[in-house]
């Protein structure tokens, strides 16, 4: 009866362990769907988009679109135009579209995590928790703003690396296209990226697809912009920024490649960049040593020398460019593919009972995105989440007061980025002076066009933001012009913060 119970106890046993090989559930995998809902809990109020500061900037800029306004000419700002696009069809059907969409563009990120980590090697539940556990918590650490440019663009370069890694050249070369009119700045990153995978595998003859989908897709872009009259403007607009980026903002402190990246260094940044060349030097030196077990195979190789590509990129991305802390989120893309190497390295561990690896593989993600990513989750939770969804569908305070003069009319803003989504409810209003933001490192031309087209409106809204500056004789030369036009022509009173001036005898 013994021997029967024994046999019993060991067939059940076995036939526990083929089902789990049949499953691809190893004991990793018991814990994959705890830890991701734990993630998700916690992520969702950090990406939900409010209407501050750049945000509500380019909230303003989509609304401006939807009211049929031309990006760069009769609306103005310095960001690439299918950036707007997705963010003005999106608020087409709901304000609160702007979560969804940040969604999209993480879930995207996560989908392109997981195609890799599947061809690159990694078993399912490993492919699942890299994809959508560890590459969430990166893109939304430390240096994450909610609602900007840098995700949808860490998201494309992620699925260029995915579609080049499973030799969708042509897909690869389409998804640059769109990278280029959607954060151009992180186009160098992506190309790094397939130039290397190119390199090792010697696969040249994918340049020929890939080219040839880019040019097309290129071609089809620039078509669109021309026929919305966007094409002249946006290349206008791109001199700009390099004058921007090049120009009296460095130049007033560093002038340099040190400059930019000293600009836009943070204890976030930092953190990031030394995990992930610390990571890359305990590969190179245990693969020399020979006491790694696996050695790198060709497709572990693949991602390994992506995430050095990547970082190479990014550093040089910031150099030439980096201005604010939050352009380093640059870094996310090395910082992804380690986590990607790193889950696909230590598979073997994950075959134990206990939670400690996938508890490890979330503190990795932690560290490499950003050591103030906790108080961030905590913060989004108590306070910012909670707030930007309110802020979604609420009318601003600049909006209401230009809709207290009347229904429809002309207007113009002065101001800064201190916009809250002033145009969102201003649809049947149309904007007289493109550039409802205006900064002290504008040119005087640019300046000078804000005071001469601003007797066209009916109504100004002057922010706290916008007024005289101490030491700045251009802008206190424009801003003289203003309060001249203001007096002359126009009542202004004081709301909330803001003032609403209207054209007298109007």
């Not at 750049?54 to 989509?62: L, W």
Request: glycine letters at 10%; proline letters at 5%.
């Amino acid at each position: 009866m013994s021997m029967e119970l024994g046999a019993t106890r060991r067939t059940s046993a076995g036939d526990a362990r083929s089902e789990d090989s049949l499953t691809g559930l190893r004991p990793l995998g018991k814990w994959i769907p705890a830890f991701l809902l734990l993630i998700w809990v916690a992520l969702l109020p950090r990406i939900i988009p409010g209407t501050r500061s750049d945000r509500g900037i380019f909230v303003s800029v989509a609304e401006r679109l939807l009211a049929g306004d031309i990006l760069y000419l009769e609306v103005f700002d310095n960001k690439d135009p299918l950036f707007y696009y997705f963010l003005a069809l999106g608020r087409a059907i709901s304000p609160y579209a702007d979560i969804f969409l940040e969604l999209a563009w993480i879930v995207g990120a996560g989908i392109a995590v997981y195609a890799m980590a599947r061809k690159l090697g990694c078993d399912a539940p490993s492919a699942l928790f890299a994809a959508f556990g560890i590459t969430p918590l990166i893109l939304t650490g430390g240096l994450y703003r909610t609602g900007y440019t840098h995700l949808p663009g860490t998201a494309l370069v992620l699925l260029v690396m995915a579609a080049t890694v499973s030799r969708r050249f042509a897909v690869a070369g389409c998804l640059l296209a769109v990278l280029a009119f959607l954060k151009l700045v992180m186009l160098p990153i992506a190309l790094l990226l397939v130039l290397t995978v190119i390199i090792l595998r010697k696969e040249w003859r994918a340049l020929v697809p890939g080219s040839a989908a880019f040019a097309l897709c290129v071609a089809a872009l620039v078509g669109l912009l021309f026929v919305r009259e966007e094409f002249i403007p946006y290349l206008g607009a791109q001199m700009g920024n390099v004058s921007y980026s090049q120009g009296v903002v460095v130049e007033d402190r560093w002038g340099s490649f040190t400059g930019h990246l000293m600009r836009s260094t943070s204890i976030d940044a930092v953190v990031i960049a030394v995990a992930v060349v610390l990571a890359l030097v305990w590969v190179v030196a245990k693969e020399r040593g020979g006491r790694v077990t696996p050695p790198l195979e060709r497709r572990s190789l693949v991602i390994w020398a992506g995430a050095g590509s990547a970082l190479v990129g990014a550093l040089l991305v910031l150099g030439f460019t980096g201005l604010w802390d939050h352009h380093g989120q640059v870094l996310y893309v090395p910082a992804v593919l380690v986590g990607v190497g790193v889950a696909h390295r230590f598979e073997q561990a994950f075959n134990v009972r206990s939670f400690l690896p996938v508890a490890a593989l979330v503190g990795l993600a932690v560290l490499l995105s950003g050591p103030s990513a906790p108080l961030r989750y905590g913060g989004a939770a108590l306070v910012t989440g909670p707030r930007a969804l309110a802020s979604l569908n609420d009318l601003s305070a600049e909006a209401r007061a230009v809709l207290s003069v009347a229904p429809s009319g002309t207007y113009a803003r002065l101001g800064a980025n201190d916009d809250d989504g002033h145009a969102y409810g201003l649809r049947d209003w149309k904007l007289v002076c493109p550039r409802f933001q205006q900064y002290a490192f504008d040119g005087p031309e640019t300046l000078e066009s804000v005071a001469e087209c601003l007797p066209k409106a009916d109504v100004v809204v002057v922010s706290p933001a916008a007024g005289p500056k101490e030491g700045d004789s251009t802008w206190n030369a424009y801003w003289a012009k203003v309060e001249s036009t203001l007096q002359g022509g126009y009542a202004c009173e004081e709301r909330q913060e803001e003032r609403i001036c209207t054209r007298r005898g109007g």
